[in-house]
């Protein structure tokens, strides 16, 4: 047997067996080849918003023309991969085909909803950027700080497009008129007014703000740049209650829209502590129990006055062994008085004291003039002692001198009134009126002009509880002493402090201090959403968070409709929306249970005008539109000038996604090589004799 | 003979009905002395209103039913009496479980009960007896001194102390429910110092300073269930203040 070289032999040994060791860890580990795809042309999702501003502004001609400029710039452009989209409050895919029919017709413009909708829809595929055609006019109200954000920390630029250079419409408008949530009575409010101008560059305007057709304020304004500028006014109500304001603008020459130069607002002044002013000619049980229900009101700040002793009543001590205090007559009548939403006049009778026309004209200019409010109580002292005089004119009753001492029943006549009103639904308000107890004494009286009867004595008819508006006030006469009865005489005396509060509400208008609100705009457009807030709180006016609260919506058309309500974060609100699709007057219905225990009740209203969004604000917001593209990278054309090679869009990456792999263990040859190699050592080992 | 008794007795039933209709009907606005009868010594100062009732009205605004009203704590009648003078001088049987019910109501419901210990001594039986009353009407706010800047001490008068026929207690104690006291407890013997026979004599010795600083005491107490804690209000006290220096 011949014997090669043996070093060279165990070589080529060493070699193949490293070959071959190697092939077996490569199967091992079973190597892919990946193939990625390559892309060099960006993904890009175009908007094109059809709202009808996009007609209104421009015209049907105007809106075909920036739909061929799409057609024509973007599908023939090879720069791009375009993915189209129509939006208005709803973002549809559409193909180019479709772009060419598309119609201006969308009822409002929600461009922040659109880019959070598109960020989720091309959610794990590549996005690289959005081409937005749109005028800006976002009228869905929400927050653009938060989308804006996100496409900038993921890298996808904005390009916005307007339909053409705002420049071209010389107009003033009055964007939006910010005022706090809450604004109480004598507190200094600030209202911060956004105004938009085009064209007017150098031009002093001048900005008004009026409460029925009186000038309150006026500023001037300078025009340094186009666009939006903000003037602030600081008011301080006088008067609780609904309060109209309007912003004006004169109209200027040559401006696009001279609707817009004007808009009105309604502030709900909240009175900060209802002050009242208790004037009682005499101490009983009456001024006792009243006095002692006010007091207990957190709401209700009280002065009061009783007159303790008469001029002709003899006291054997001297004055300094008395609590007396002077009656000032002159600094309430004439000064103090206007410092109160409430006056109450207890069995009071003017002429013991030096109370001249004057201050009784006062009186009359305090409720008719100054809006405030005006309870009267008799029984003891009949109301004609008042006749002839101005306050003769504020009662919503004609009184008698003559006054009846006689028990009797109170029949109430409107019990679902809101100061009668003690339980949620009608039969069981009718129920505890029925049971109320006797009173006694009764002023003899009869209705007078205008005036409504809450309550009246049973067999006499006589009013007892009578209200009435004055002026711009508000009058409730009670033409017994002994209200009082019940609260004591009755199975339940909070039905006395409720029937008092309530009176207290209603004369002064105040909304803060019912246990039930809800809160709506006072004016909507129509298709709008109207957000609802309801507050609910107990008899004590803590917040309660597990209330049964039932919501009611009638219509134009006067069809009602429960309307669900939810919790709220804020312990004791809860919140409701309401789709509106008609215009006109709505009407808000709310009842609020704490476990079967009536908690309060409510009502609202406001106006849906038949002026949609998108009719309501004819420019183009060109600010907004730049803002996006700014904050996003992105660039900002007017349609003329837009091009998709000036977009500079750029995939964000070349490579991605796998195209396809190569399984290379998978590969039949890699086994033959193997067999080969292990069947050449093999062999080569046997003819060296190493086997 | 029969017709003589229907006339007797229909004037008998007109009587008594003229009678309720004096003493209720007339309330209207007016303050009622109304004085609870129970089973014990209830009526030791018959008298004491009509004295109380002239000089409220010669001194005072405050207009008055000039009878005493009477009740018994099942009458509906209590509930038409905000004011409700408790007197006696000696125990007497507890009140059932349903009449401390129906007074706690009365409380609960804004009325005010005025308490006077005529036996004028410490730990009298009619103190006792009250004591034990007071617990269960109004566990919550037991009896407390009622301080001597209350309201109820300068409700009319000013005063610097609490005064009496005899002096037992130098204060008054009282259930606060809310911002008032709805029961005011003296063991002074305040309404013994109106107390006057047929002749105009006073019954019950006393110093007369005194006795005058008794009256200026119930005439308080009953402006202050006229007017509550009005003296407390923050516009008198200026005025209150100058006046005590």
Redesign the interface.
Known sequence: MTKGNPCGMKKISYLLRITAFILIIFLIIQPKKKIYRVRNTPTVAVLIDYSQSMQNIFGKNNFSKLKKKIISEIPESSKINPVFFKFSEELNNISADEIEKLTAKGLRTDIIGTLEKINKEFLGKELDAVILFSDGNQNVEKSADEVIKEFSELDIPVIAVVPQTALSQKNISIKKIDVPDVVFRNVRVGLSVKINTYGFVGKKISVYLKSENTVLQSKSLDIVNSGNTNVDFDITPQIAGQINYSIEIPTYSGEQNIYDNKKKFVLDVEPEKIRVLYLCGQPSFNYSFLRNTLKNDPNIELVSFVILRNPENIVPVSDSELSLIPFPVEDIFSKEIFNFDLLILDNFNYSRFPISYQHLTNIKNFITVNGKSLLIISGEIPLSVYQNTPVAELLPVIPAPEIISKKFRLIALSGEHGILKLAGDESSNNYIWKGMPELDSINVSSIGEKSVVLAKGEKSNYPVITIAEKGKGRVMCITTSSLWRLALGSENPYNYVRIIGQSVKWLTNAASIKQVVIFAKKSYNINDTASLKIHVKDEYFKPVSNASVQLEVASPDGLKEGIEVFPEMESGEYGASVELHSSGEYKIYVIAYDKKRFLGSDKNSFTVFNVSRESEDTNINEQFMKEIADKTAGKFFAVDNFNVEKSDIKPKIRKSDVLYEINIWDKAPIYFILIFLFAVEWFLRRKSGLL | MKNKKLLFLLFTIHYSLFTIHCL????????VFTQLSYSGNWDTRPTAWDRISEFLT??????SVQERRIVTIPDEEL??S??LVITGDSDFEKFSDDEIKIIVK?I????MIFIDDSSGKKGSGFDKSIRDMVIKISPDNPLERIPASDAML?????LQNISGRVITNRYLAGCKI???YSIIYSQNDLLGAWEKDNLGNYIYPCDEKQRWEAKKMTINII?Y???????S?A??LP??KS?LK
């Open positions: 209720y009907s007339q309330q209207g606005g007016k303050f010669i001194s005072t605004s405050v207009k509930f038409w905000p004011f009365y609960q419901c804004g009325g300068k409700s009319f008068y000013l809310g911002e008032r402006m269930a006229l007017t509550g804690t009005y003296k209000d516009i008198h005025f209150i006046k």
